[in-house]
C-alpha cells in the first residue's frame, strides 16, 4: 500500500508560482507512475500531468502545457508539480497519484490518492 500527503497549495495571484509536493511513504515508489490531478468545485476530477516510472516520459494536459512541470525524487519518494504562470481557471483542489498502469490520463487507472491541496488563484 502507498499513502500520499500533498502539500504546497495556497492563495496567488495570477500569473504567480506554485510548487506543490507530494510525499509517498511506501518502498515500491520506484515502481508507479505518478500522476496529478485536480478537481474544482462543480467538476469532474481532471488530468493535469504524469510522469512515467523512469522519469523520462512526462505527459501533460493541453491546458498547462509550458506552464507545469511534473518531477520526481525517488530518493526521498517525492513528487513535485511546478505551477508557473497561474490563471484563475486554475483554481482547484490538486491531487496526486500512483499507478502500475501506462494510461497516465484517467481516473479509473490510479490505485492510490492523496488527500489533495488547495489551489486558489485571484484575478
Known amino acids: 500500500q502507498v499513502q500520499l500527503v500533498e502539500s504546497g497549495g495556497g492563495l496567488v495571484q495570477a500569473g504567480g508560482s506554485l510548487r506543490l509536493s507530494c510525499a509517498a511513504s511506501g518502498r515500491t515508489f520506484s515502481s508507479y507512475a505518478l500522476g496529478w490531478f485536480r478537481q474544482a468545485p462543480g467538476k469532474e476530477r481532471e488530468f493535469v500531468a504524469a510522469?512515467?516510472?523512469?522519469?523520462?516520459?512526462?505527459t501533460y494536459a493541453d491546458s498547462v502545457k509550458g506552464r507545469f512541470t511534473i518531477s520526481r525524487d525517488n530518493a526521498s519518494n517525492t513528487v513535485y508539480l511546478q505551477m508557473n504562470n497561474l490563471k484563475p481557471e486554475d483554481t482547484a483542489v490538486y491531487y496526486c497519484?500512483?499507478?502500475?498502469?501506462?494510461?497516465?490520463?484517467?481516473?479509473?487507472?490510479?490505485?492510490?490518492w492523496g488527500q489533495g491541496t488547495q489551489v486558489t488563484v485571484s484575478s
Open positions: 510522469l512515467s516510472r523512469s522519469g523520462f516520459i512526462a
Open positions: 497519484a500512483v499507478t502500475r498502469s501506462t494510461i497516465f490520463n484517467r481516473v479509473g487507472e490510479y490505485e492510490y
